[in-house]
């Protein structure tokens, strides 16, 4: 079985692949696309194929397509492009009959108010229709996008944000990883919608006692008002749509988008989900 994962040289499609080889993947079966291939000398140097795959080019997505059975369609980290971006592939997918085809959306992409689900809303919709035999994994946050917060922690003490009291059930990048190439390796999952969080759900009283342990020093939490947040992004020197992007974010996890857990990551993966301080300490 020939396995494909889109975007392998980026921090979550290259821990995919080393999830698949822990797991006792022939490398030779492991096929890791990349924009820039030589990003991936270090792959092929542990025998995987490293072939070129380009959302924005469709040829060199049907290129590596060709002789797949299962697929991993990691989304597109340009935001606004992603649908259109996603389409190529699904169209290369279908063309090259892949026998499973697994993406990383978000939490309850299809009737969540968060900023991002529009894309992986559509996207969803657009396997659907194109009949692929998928698997989708809404990945609900990972605990290593909170690293710029406990970095600046260390010298500010504070981490300031609008999210209320708002929870998130992050997980560490690697257990979204493992997550995926599970369902890529075994038999079934086609069909299966999983929703994939952390086992807790922390708030940030909770992230800043995280940083403390991590940055060794007293951190705490500043709530702001989203107008007084705006404001210091501003301040900042961050762009208006910026501004505008982290305000509606911390705005949905004040309003609760990422704070269901009902422990499915962790039943796939056999093991308790990385705790957020450990996520944090392992990524600072």
Known sequence: MTILVTGAT????????????????????????????????DLAARGVQ??????????T???????????????????????TQHQVVIDAARAAGVAKLVYTSAPKATTS????APEHKATEEAIAAAGLPAVILRNNWYTENYLGDVARSRDTGVIAASVGEGRVASASRA?????????????????????????????????????????????????LSSE?????????????????????????????????????LARLLGRPTTPLVEGLRAAS
């Open 10 to 41: 980026g921090n979550l499609g290259r821990l995919v692949v080393d999830s698949l080889l822990a797991r006792g993947t022939d490398p030779a079966t492991v096929r890791a696309g990349a924009r820039d291939t030589a990003k991936a000398a």
């Open 61 to 83: 997505v049907a290129a590596a397509l060709d002789g797949v059975d299962a697929a991993l369609l990691i989304s597109s980290s340009e935001v606004g492009k992603r649908a």
């Open 113 to 116: 108010d968060l900023v991002l």
């Open 175 to 223: 257990d979204y990883a493992e997550a995926a190439a599970i369902v890529l390796v075994e038999d079934g999952h086609v069909g299966e919608v999983y929703e994939l969080a952390g086992d807790v759900a922390w708030n940030y009283d909770e992230l800043a006692s995280a940083a403390s342990a991590v940055v060794e020093r007293e951190v705490r939490y500043a709530p």
């Open 228 to 264: 007084d947040h705006a404001a210091a992004l501003e301040a900042a020197g961050l762009d208006a749509g910026t501004v505008g992007f982290v305000t509606a974010l911390d705005a949905n996890i004040r309003e609760g988008a990422l704070a269901d857990t009902d422990r499915t």
């Open 50 to 59: 490293v072939v070129a795959l380009d959302y924005d080019a469709p040829e």
